[in-house]
């Protein structure tokens, strides 16, 4: 009998990570902080950057918020709402972030293509009739818009590219938009593609059909879409504004997030604050009436904003999801009482000789008070005591919960930071140091210490906790501390080989 049935339980109510897989999550899901400031601010199209920490609900704010728009305007198709648009795919703008040279505009022309995309994928998932209306409404310079914003800002991009983003943006906007289109109903995404595809012939039909004459109107449209002057972002964002309005939309809010997940940025809180600072530089952009940007972005990145790259953040609307002890309480509770239908809660797991009060507050600390952190580690709570076999009690004790801990810490956190980076902090072997521990041992100089805190830093792995007197009444020495609970984990209980171990010859000469 596994530890679920053991508890009376009608399965692992922390079997699931991704809020995407669970059916019943409506039914126990505690709404993530700020969810409803998130969605005030969409519709009424005000710009606002949501910050927080890895699994902190950032993701699934975005995605709730973009669901619940398109739900909206579904249900309420007499309101008008604002066309909501995912932005979490950059790799358009990467190359010439990797050179140093993305602006303002590259970021707007990005979020240009995916919002001609949506339109597109939109007008495709109607009924015939519907789309027709819509298209039959569109006046001369309507269509001279249109022409323009797909030849400057949506068929630069190669067709491969965008047949693959295409596709999945049609699977984004089917998990929200809901529609009595058969074709869409039943997802049959090849005949989908057809119709988008037979959509984009029309417009670029138009270019040549002399009858509308619209070429040279959507021309001079073109090239103010496309030129270098300081104006050319605000004159995108403004346009697309219009294209939303000419389709009944209040507006456009884009939701960009997983900046931090990208090829280039790799965890680098540097690199993510550099990949967004040309908008968010650039107030007049966060300020284009019907136009608004709704940033999710991990929550190391503020203090970059705050210390390094200046940012006005006062003129910003901004926030920091944290979740309360009671909230995060909450969460367990509601899942174990709906597996249990009722009759469990988080403290009813436990052996009688285990503290629920300070088992609990460990795994908070131990999951940096993240929700999915912790719902990841209670999944290892309930297979590592399974794993014991017979050796385990019907209730969870305390060999479980050190298990889990230790297992859980070892199998996170290289997901999170680079092996070579982990394991040059293991083999310091301290949870708290100077800049000289570093030179004594990894056998560096002064300044190679200082790079090595820098890019521990940089990845959020370690952070300035106060300074100590210097030798011999000279200038103190900055004290450092490692950040990550789980890496100070398994450094205090030695459950790295590495931890503690002497700098070889055939290390790195990173680290020589």
């Not at 601010?41 to 975005?62: H, P, Q, W, Y």
């Not at 509601?334 to 009813?348: H, N, P, Q, V």
């Not at 929700?371 to 019907?394: K, Q, S, V, W």
């Not at 293991?426 to 949870?431: H, N, S």
Request: hydrophobic share 40%.
């Amino acid at each position: 009998m596994n530890i679920a049935q053991s508890l009376g339980l009608k399965g692992n109510p922390f079997e699931h990570y991704n809020a995407e897989k669970e059916p019943d999550i409506a039914a126990y899901a505690v709404r993530p902080p700020y969810l409803e400031t998130i969605a005030q601010r969409a519709v009424g199209l005000s710009s606002f950057i949501l910050f927080g920490d890895r699994g902190a609900g950032k993701s699934a704010t975005r995605l709730t918020v973009y669901k619940e728009a398109w739900e909206a305007a579904a249900r309420e198709p007499t309101i008008a709402q604002p066309f909501i648009v995912n932005l979490t795919d950059f790799g358009q703008i990467l190359d010439k972030f990797k050179r140093d040279q993305l602006k303002d505009k590259d970021v707007c022309t990005l979020a240009a293509f995916f919002v001609i995309e949506q339109i597109f994928a939109w007008l495709s998932s109607l009924e015939d009739k519907d789309r027709e209306r819509h298209l039959n409404e569109l006046d001369k310079h309507d269509k001279a818009l249109i022409l323009a914003l797909l030849e400057g800002l949506y068929l630069t991009t190669p067709e491969l590219d965008r047949d693959t983003s295409t596709s999945e943006a049609f699977k984004l906007l089917g998990s929200a938009w809901t529609t009595q289109s058969k074709i869409w109903i039943t997802r049959r995404w090849g005949s989908v593609s057809n119709i988008f595809a037979g959509l984009l012939h029309v417009f670029i039909k138009n270019k040549v059909d002399e009858s509308l004459d619209i070429k040279d109107s959507s021309e001079r449209i073109l090239t103010s879409l496309v030129g270098d002057s300081v104006n050319t972002p605000k004159a995108i964002l403004s346009k697309l504004v219009e294209l939303s309005r000419m389709f009944g939309f209040t507006g456009v809010c884009i939701l960009v997030d997983k900046l931090d997940e990208t090829s280039e940025t790799d965890n680098s809180v540097e690199a993510t604050a550099r990949l967004i600072h040309p908008v968010l530089s650039n107030i007049q952009l966060l300020e284009v009436e019907g136009f608004s940007w709704m940033f999710f972005v991990w929550g190391n990145v503020e203090d970059h904003f705050n210390s390094k790259l200046k940012i006005r953040l006062d003129k910003i609307a901004n926030a920091k999801i944290v979740w309360t002890t009671e909230q995060l309480k909450q969460m367990l509770d509601r899942r174990i009482e709906f597996y249990s239908e009722g009759a469990t809660k988080f403290s009813d797991i436990f052996a009688d000789n285990v503290d629920p009060e300070l088992t609990f507050k460990s795994f908070c600390t131990l999951s940096l008070r993240s929700p999915r952190e912790l719902i990841r580690l209670m999944d290892t709570l309930f297979r590592e005591h399974d794993a014991r076999g017979n050796e385990a009690t019907p209730k969870i004790d305390s060999v479980s919960i050190e298990y889990a801990q230790d297992k859980y810490a070892r199998d996170t956190i290289q997901t999170w930071y680079k092996k070579e980076t982990l394991l040059q902090l293991y083999r310091l072997g301290k949870t708290s140091f100077i800049n000289k521990d570093i030179q004594t041992t990894f056998r560096i100089g002064d300044q190679g210490a200082r790079n090595k805190i820098t890019k521990w830093s940089d990845v959020g792995l370690v952070r300035q906790s106060g300074s100590v007197p210097g030798d011999s009444g000279g200038k103190p020495s900055f004290l450092y501390e490692v950040s990550d609970p789980r890496v100070a984990r398994i450094i205090e209980r030695g459950l790295d080989e590495l931890v503690g171990a002497a700098l070889e010859t055939t290390d790195s000469k990173d680290e020589v």
